[in-house]
């Protein structure tokens, strides 16, 4: 019975090309924002989309909408697509979505929180380090959600999931 089973050293994950697919910038209130008292409100989203490409390759985006204001004013917004290709081989179709909404996202966060950084020190304004997403934990909560979903339901598995694999919406965050 073992022998049916596939062996772990069959599974591969080949991480193809990392690169920043959308970027965006702007500073609307510049520049009067930069004789105002420096009190940023940082408002963080972010979302995840898988585009298959070819037979088990497959292009994942971890988009990231940052909005930074000082009081009412909007001093910067930066919104980055940052893309990356993978290519699966041995595994099951209910084992991708880890790959896809957890492992992906989290090699891909420290190039984006690269560029945003660059970006928003270039634009004049003090350094930005975004702290890091635990996309595990994000997963998790997604699957536990559309279970809870599920069960409402009337134990139909399909409620809510367009591919039968949880996808986190927009996730919005304050950073003080």
């Known amino acids: 019975m ?31 924002i930069f004789r105002e008292e420096w009190k940023p409100e940082v408002a963080l989203q972010f979302d995840i989309k898988v585009n298959p490409l070819v037979e088990n390759t497959f292009e994942v985006v971890l ?20 893309a990356g290709i993978l290519s699966v081989k041995g595994f ?39 702290q890091h997403i635990h996309f595990d934990q994000v997963y998790a909560q997604k699957v536990a959600e559309q279970q ?9 598995t399909s409620a809510g999931k367009a591919s039968g694999t949880p996808t986190p919406d927009a996730k919005a965050s304050k950073l003080h």
């Open 2 to 32: 073992a022998e049916n089973q596939p062996q772990a050293e069959d599974h591969q994950v080949l991480l193809r090309t990392i690169y920043t697919k959308d970027l965006s910038y702007e500073a609307p209130n510049a520049p009067e």
């Open 63 to 82: 988009t990231l909408t940052i909005t930074v204001k000082t009081g009412e004013k909007t001093a910067y917004l930066v919104e980055l697509q940052q």
């Open 92 to 130: 099951q179709e209910q084992e991708l979505a880890p790959l896809f909404y957890v492992y992906a996202p989290s090699v891909l966060f420290p190039y984006a929180r690269q560029t945003v950084t660059d970006l928003v020190v270039k634009g004049g304004f003090p350094q930005l380090v975004l």
């Open 148 to 156: 809870q979903a599920s069960e409402a339901s009337g134990g139909d």
